[in-house]
């Protein structure tokens, strides 16, 4: 029994089960009024489907939002497969997976996400035209891509710190000190960046060798993962996992400005308004995270690595855009940016 307004304002949600293959998912398609809905497909062991829809429901929502601040001509939407993908995966299941995206007949666009790879999508593509990520040729620097869009989403946060930077501080990122939470696909990439700006870094990861790699090679001071939110920092750049700001952490920042690439970065959109009252700059997570859309954009249409770098470069003017915006009419940054992103997908 769905509650009426279940749903979150949705434009499709369908649900699909193959016995074969033992697929059982959802594809939630939230607004196309901008274009056909894209977004990853995660698989992940939901321990139930009203789990599954919850998830599916709030990440396409997130993927409108994202695309229409990223100036992309499409929709947000998302997949889930109910599943654990280490053992429940099948080339049975990713081609029955390919028809149900076919089904939806182009309004949602399937790319990966947790779970899915690359060599996934290919094999859904065989039942879809909608399948993307497959035929990723350059990055954004020009060289060849694998279809991985870590290392536009990083160099767009890249953009998007030293924007922030730039607004909080009026200076470069010479000698600004960075705290990075995770340095996996991004972070690391991102603490690659900053370290050739001229950037001191501290870094965290539950992982051991990755932050000795950055040890190594950026210099960078390593602190324990419950810490690296509360150091003496100038930036606070959350690259983990989702709800970083929440009610139990906010009050230990000494960061003045928060730009990382997770997302869901706030627990809940209160922890945006605290932060402006804390006078910590915060940078929307899917404005600076949206490099990797921006990329799969890009590899879809006729275009170029230069084209592409200009798009995720402007990533850094929507930002300064909405600091101007959330300063004039003294309103929380991550407001700011839900309202302008609904100007443009609802036209208001
Ligand atoms: P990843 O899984 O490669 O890296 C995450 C890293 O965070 C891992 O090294 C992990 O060990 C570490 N980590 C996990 N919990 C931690 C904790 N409590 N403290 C410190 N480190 C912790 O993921 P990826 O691809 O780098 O993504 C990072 C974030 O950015 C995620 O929130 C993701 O949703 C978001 N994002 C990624 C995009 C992409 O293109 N890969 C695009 C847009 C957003």
């Given at each position: 029994v769905f509650e009426h307004n279940a749903f979150d304002g949705h434009e499709h949600v369908a649900f699909y089960q193959d016995n074969a293959s033992g697929l059982k998912a959802i594809i939630a398609v939230h607004?196309?009024?901008?274009g056909p809905s894209l977004g990853g497909c995660r698989m992940w062991p939901y321990a139930n489907s009203e789990e599954a829809l919850k998830d599916v429901l709030r990440l396409s929502k997130g993927m409108t939002y994202k695309a229409a601040m990223a100036n992309l001509p499409q929709g947000g939407g998302k997949s889930v497969i109910i599943g654990?993908?280490?053992?429940?995966?099948s080339e049975a299941m990713m081609l029955a997976m390919g028809d149900f995206v076919q089904s939806l007949g182009g309004k949602y666009i399937c790319a990966e996400d947790s779970g899915i790879s690359v060599e996934n999508l290919h094999v859904m593509s065989q039942r879809t035209d909608?399948?993307?990520?497959?035929?990723a040729k350059f990055r954004y620097d020009g060289s060849p891509s694998d279809g991985n869009p870590a290392p536009s989403t990083a160099y767009g946060v890249f953009v998007g710190v030293k924007a922030s930077v730039a607004h909080k501080?009026?200076?470069?990122?010479?000698g600004v000190t960075v705290a990075i939470q995770g340095l996996g696909h991004v972070g690391f990439r991102l603490a690659e960046h900053l370290h050739k700006a001229g950037a001191k870094l501290i870094v965290a990861d539950i992982y051991p060798d990755n932050v000795a790699k950055a040890e190594q090679e950026f210099g960078a001071k390593v602190v324990a993962a419950d810490e690296i939110h509360a150091v003496e920092c100038d930036v606070f750049a959350p690259?983990?996992?989702?709800?970083?700001?929440?009610d139990s952490t906010i009050d230990a920042i000494k960061a003045k400005v928060v730009a990382g690439a997770?997302?869901?970065?706030?627990?809940?959109?209160?922890h945006g308004e605290m932060l402006r009252a804390k006078g910590i700059l915060y940078a929307p997570d899917y404005v600076i995270n949206a490099g990797g859309v921006i990329d799969i954009y890009h590899q879809r249409i006729e275009s170029t690595a230069e084209d592409m770098r200009k798009h995720i470069e402007g990533i850094g003017t929507t930002l300064s855009e909405i600091f101007t915006r959330a300063e004039s009419e003294g309103t929380a940054a991550n407001i700011v940016a839900n309202t302008i992103a609904e100007e443009r997908f609802l036209g208001k």
């Open positions: 607004n196309t009024n901008l654990d993908p280490r053992k429940d995966k909608f399948a993307s990520g497959i035929n501080f009026n200076s470069s990122l010479e690259c983990a996992m989702g709800a970083s700001i929440n997770a997302n869901n970065q706030l627990a809940e959109e209160k």
